[in-house]
């Protein structure tokens, strides 16, 4: 009988534990989760050739990944899990400078600009397949002229 209690509660205990994974309420409702930098076409067409990192800084924010080896590549990731579905779309965007001033561009960013807050901050990314990543790989800015050529 011992033996018995043993297995019964060994196979209830096993059980349990693989359900967890498994099994899901119905019913219950997931939140979205979004991470890192939202990189919009809007910030995108602000970049030009030639700005500073001070400038660039100052329109696509401080990247979240820091390069300690290589301080002329900034990356800014963006991830979204979708709620109850639990599929992860994920973006990156890149910017590259040789002595202090911008260079290339590349990676994948939102259409449309990004809402600050309220109702549309809510469907920011399910209106207009704003989940869909947008191809960029001719996305360099143009050259800013020199100042002292604009005189």
Request: aromatic share 10%.
């Amino acid at each position: 009988m011992k033996l018995a209690s043993r297995v019964f509660l060994a196979v209830v205990l096993v059980s349990s534990l693989t359900a967890c994974s498994s099994f899901r309420f119905p019913g219950v409702y997931k939140v979205g989760i979004q991470q890192g930098h939202i990189i919009t076409q809007e910030m995108v067409e602000q970049l030009k050739l030639g700005m500073s990192k001070r400038q660039v800084r100052f329109v696509l924010g401080n990247t979240l990944l820091p390069d300690t080896f290589n301080d002329d590549r900034w990356d800014y990731p963006y991830s979204v899990r979708r709620g109850s579905q639990g599929g992860i779309t994920q973006y990156l965007y890149t910017v590259y400078f040789e002595n202090d001033k911008l260079v290339k561009t590349e990676g994948d960013y939102l259409p449309g600009k990004a809402p600050l807050t309220g109702e549309k901050s809510e469907k920011y990314l399910d209106d207009m397949n704003r989940d869909v990543p947008v191809p960029t790989e001719d996305s360099t800015p143009p050259e800013v002229p020199d100042p002292e050529e604009l005189e």
